[in-house]
């Protein structure tokens, strides 16, 4: 029985999506799927979470799509739009779990000064035991060793990690190397889930 939670934040803890920020930029949903799709696709942005620099990656894009530099430029300097508030069921299971003396643990895709500012405005994400970050760590989910150095920093075992993620190839990582697991998604009653692996929450 796992006596260790190890939270993923975005879309655990806080809600995250672009759309909330882009919908207003680009109208209509057509044409705001092909600028995800080619001008900023997901492995963009992972590439902040493991730590290249945004002036580097604004002008990767802007280079190849100049006529959409305002938009491009839009995704970092109104990043805090695409995260409009905490997901806060989820949010006082940590808190429950910690006020009960539960160790509790993040291992994240972040980039860092984006992951600053969201510490700035959900203050319970400055409340974890230890958090490894992928930015400062220059690893990414589901890459297996961003996992080992949550376990080598933290001294835990998989074995005994309850490990909570949105990411079913995060979760199929977690999984592989001997961590329980909850996969995440909007109908998931992550308490009863937690609490289903023996804790007291």
Known sequence: MPKVLVFDIGNVLIHWDPDHLYARLIPDAAERAAFFANVLPPEWN???????????????????FPDKADLIRAWRARWHETVPHALPANAAVLSDAQ???VPCYAITNF???TFSEAQERFTFLKSFDGIVVSAHERLIKPDPAIFEVFLTRYRQRAENCLFIDDSARNIATARNMGFA???????TDLRREVAAHGFAV
């Open 46 to 64: 992972l590439e902040q979470d493991r730590g290249r620099s945004w002036a580097e990656a604004e002008a990767e894009r802007i280079a190849l």
């Open 181 to 187: 697991t909850v996969h995440v998604t909007p109908e």
């Open 99 to 101: 006020q009960a003396g």
């Open 111 to 113: 980039a860092a000064d």
